[in-house]
Structure formats: structure tokens, C-alpha cells
Nanobody, 126 residues
Framework: LVRLVESGGGSAQTGGSLRLSCAAT????????MTWLREISGEPREGVAT????????LYSDSVKGRFTISRDNAKNLLYLQMNSLQVEDTAMYYC???????????????????WGYGTQVTVSS
């Protein structure tokens, strides 16, 4: 079972950048598709970026496409989210999560994930 711990959150100015990391421990990380999800205050949690097991395929929500990049290092059991051109609307708690299946098209749904980190807060101010 994979265990996940996020880091790298914090505060940034509009237009700035942050890089989130997610450290995975336990068996199975390198064979698990992974997602970054976020929860904006008062809104449902939803996926913003997902990646397949070898990093060859990535998908993004429209709200972050072109600004965020998801990547992974299987040798180090790490998942990343590079966030550029940050906007106030990106303020949220960010979670990394393991997908139940790489073949489930509902990657943006929290229910498609079965292992979660504790989250890391990102706050963007103007």
C-alpha cells in the first residue's frame, strides 16, 4: 500500500511559481497512476493533473493547462506539480492521490482515488 506525503506549498504572488512534491512510500508507486487534486474553499475537491505510470501521458484540467506541469521520478518515488503563472484562483489545499485504475476516465473525481496524502496549502495573493 502506498503512503503519500506532500510538501512545497506556501505563499506566492500573482504570476509567481511554486513546485509541489509528493513522496511515496510502500509498495506499488511505480505501477500506479497519480493525480494532483485541489480543494478550493467552499468548492468540491477536483483533479487538476494526472500522470500515467511512466510519465508518458499527462492530462490537465482546463483551469491549469499551460501553466502547471505534472511529472514523476519513479527511481525516487516522487511526484511533482510545477505551478507557474499562479493566479489568486489557484489558492487551495493541494493533494496528491493514487488512482484506483489507470483506465478510469474519471480521473478528476475524488472517488477515482484510493490513497491520499494529507495535503499542502497554496495561497496566492495579488
Amino acid at each position: 500500500l502506498v503512503r503519500l506525503v506532500e510538501s512545497g506549498g506556501g505563499s506566492a504572488q500573482t504570476g509567481g511559481s511554486l513546485r509541489l512534491s509528493c513522496a511515496a512510500t510502500g509498495y506499488g508507486y511505480s505501477t500506479t497512476c497519480m493525480t494532483w487534486l485541489r480543494e478550493i474553499s467552499g468548492e468540491p475537491r477536483e483533479g487538476v493533473a494526472t500522470i500515467d505510470v511512466d510519465g508518458g501521458r499527462t492530462l490537465y484540467s482546463d483551469s491549469v493547462k499551460g501553466r502547471f506541469t505534472i511529472s514523476r521520478d519513479n527511481a525516487k518515488n516522487l511526484l511533482y506539480l510545477q505551478m507557474n503563472s499562479l493566479q489568486v484562483e489557484d489558492t487551495a489545499m493541494y493533494y496528491c492521490a493514487a488512482r484506483r485504475s489507470c483506465y478510469d476516465g474519471s480521473w478528476r473525481e475524488p472517488s477515482s482515488h484510493n490513497v491520499w496524502g494529507y495535503g499542502t496549502q497554496v495561497t496566492v495573493s495579488s
